[in-house]
């Protein structure tokens, strides 16, 4: 990166292929997920040496929990493992951990160790915000369920866009400059469609845990020459 590239502030990822990935390789799909865990401990050091603070990593929709229990479980694995053995890497490394999603619906050991990763790494200098069973829809409805409940309606009457994102899960956290996608697929698949809607898109053929660092600057390199005129 040159200095005269402009570097996003945030950027989200959707973390797909995994299982694909896993496949390829004559591995079971659960290898797949161990990989793409790895990969994305591989691209937070790509975050940091270019600045970016934020990072919105897609680990497991609401949709994922009508996959088999016991990918499930253990995926569910991998979350305890990332908040608890890794925890001491993450505080190493300036990493600052952030969940969002339905948390009621995760098992309430996994819950304890996000409040008490979340709390140990308040410090850090790059944001990993990890979204767990979370969903576009779900995250927009509990936040007009919660403004309705907390203000009246002549407050709400008067509410702006800013407004309605502090009920958001994303309090926070900066709209995402730009969204990477791996794997091929061309949707969205219900991630912050509130928060996108003026991200910057790319779509890779590459699955998720084969994704390289030149690809990552080619990205960065590409999002600096798109001219962003938020509809303006």
């Not at 995926?75 to 925890?87: C, G, K, V």
């Not at 998720?208 to 999002?223: G, R, S």
Request: charged share 30%; aromatic share 10%; with cysteine.
């Amino acid at each position: 990166m040159n200095e005269e590239q402009k570097i996003p502030q945030c950027i989200g990822v959707i973390m797909d292929g995994n299982r694909r990935w896993a496949k390829e390789q004559g591995l079971v799909g659960t290898a797949g997920h161990l990989a793409g865990y790895e990969k994305l401990k591989e691209f937070l050091g790509w975050v940091n040496e270019v600045g970016i603070k934020y990072v919105i990593a897609y680990a497991f929709s609401t949709e994922n929990w009508k996959r088999d229990p016991g990918e499930v479980e253990f995926l569910m694995n991998i979350f305890r493992t990332a908040l608890e053995q890794s925890l001491s890497e993450f505080k190493k490394n300036g990493v600052r951990l952030k969940i969002i999603g339905d948390k009621s619906r995760l098992p309430k050991d996994l819950q304890e160790k996000i409040d008490k990763a979340e709390d140990e790494t308040k410090g850090g200098e790059v944001c990993l915000v990890l979204a767990i069973s979370y969903g576009g829809r779900a995250e927009i409805l509990s936040a007009v369920k919660k403004l309705v409940a907390e203000n009246s309606p002549e407050e709400i009457q008067k509410m702006e866009e800013k407004d309605f994102g502090n009920y958001m899960w994303t309090k926070d956290i900066p709209d995402p400059d730009l969204i990477i996608r791996t794997s091929g697929e061309l949707r969205t698949s219900n991630f912050l469609p509130w928060q996108s809607a003026y991200s910057e898109w790319f779509f890779l053929n590459t699955y998720w845990p084969a994704i390289t660092k030149v690809e990552f600057n080619q990205m960065l390199i590409d999002y600096s020459n798109r001219k962003r005129r938020l509809g303006k």
